[in-house]
């Protein structure tokens, strides 16, 4: 548990993560996400409770030096002096340490090669991500921990870093991270817990997860006379193949099960009810879904 005066950050938490998984904590902003893995890091000390992290306790004398080179940490946001260079910046963290990559090793495991002479404020805001996951590589770790890595960065940049924490898997590597991205999660992630308000509300794989729904698709759709009729809601719950209704600002939303037959029966529904559509989309259902199904709100909400 960790509080800050009144705040409750996190509300006690019980996580075990693998050796070789990638373990995801997922939620929207205040969660408690950030607060969590800074208590595994050892940079904030927790009001009660355990911390074991590679057999090591953090309680246990601060194994510090010991435990700190087996571990590489990227924080939410990292401020490196802009006017070196991104060779001297990785120089300087490698010297930190016992056994560490090379600067040419690490600059080829984030594609920064090109990037070697570049002073750090010429760099684009991806460059700049790829080499704050460098400096948590240079020491060879066991375990990385990840916050947010991918926050605010576009597509192609956010692909790139997808692929640096693949490799990393590959060679046998633990990863830790903390995203709002539920498709992030989705692509990258064994197992994942999902926070809000500093408690895990779902654990499991993203399939378990997405399963626990009971169904494979979900409807969206709003009416152009505006909020739905309650009679039509409850006609939608009875609708063979529904097994969620929820209904909000923005219209309606239906997860079911089988959508080929669900699409064509809303349809004739509404039509027989004389309303037309503003709007309908249908995707696959996703961690977005779960955490709307379990909080009865978006994460874009909160």
């Known amino acids: 548990m960790k509080r800050f005066g009144d705040v409750v950050a996190v509300a006690g938490l019980d996580l075990t993560v693998s050796a070789g998984e990638c373990f995801g ?27 074991e992290i590679l057999g090591m306790r953090w309680q246990d004398g601060a194994p ?10 990227q924080l939410q946001e990292t401020q490196l002096a802009d006017k070196l260079t991104v ?17 040419e090793e690490v600059l080829a495991l984030v594609e920064l090669e090109e990037k070697r002479k570049a002073r750090v404020v010429t760099l684009s805001g991806g460059q700049k991500q790829r080499l704050a996951v460098a400096c948590a590589l240079v020491s060879k770790p066991e375990l990385l921990f990840l916050d947010e ?11 790139q870093l997808w692929e640096i924490i693949r490799r990393f898997r590959a060679d046998g590597g633990t990863v830790l991270l903390t995203t709002h991205y539920m498709e992030e999660a989705e692509r990258l992630c064994d197992r994942v817990a ?23 698709h979900v409807v969206d759709f709003a ?3 505006g909020r739905i009729a309650k009679d039509l809601v409850e006609i939608l719950r009875q609708m063979g193949g529904v097994s969620a209704v929820r209904t909000g600002p923005d ?7 089988e959508l080929h037959r669900a699409l064509p029966a809303l349809l004739a529904l509404l039509k027989e009810r004389g309303v037309e559509l503003s709007l309908l989309t ?12 379990l909080t009865g709100r978006q994460l874009r909400d909160t």
């Open 223 to 225: 009416l152009t006379e």
């Open 64 to 73: 510090g030096r010991a435990l700190r080179e087996r571990l590489g940490i």
């Open 87 to 103: 060779s001297e910046v990785l120089g300087l963290f490698r010297s930190f340490y016992r056994q560490s990559h090379t600067v």
């Open 25 to 51: 904590l997922l939620g929207p902003n205040g969660a408690g996400k950030t607060t969590t893995i800074e208590i595994l890091e050892g940079l904030t000390p927790p009001d009660s409770g355990d911390v």
């Open 149 to 159: 890595p991918t926050t605010g960065l576009d597509p192609q940049s956010r692909r």
């Open 282 to 293: 249908t995707h696959h259902a996703s961690l977005d879904d779960v955490f709307v199904a």
């Open 251 to 257: 219209g309606v939303s239906l997860t079911v099960v």
């Open 194 to 216: 999902i926070m809000d308000h500093g408690k895990i509300i779902a654990q499991g794989t993203p399939k378990e997860l997405i399963a626990s729904l009971g169904a494979d």
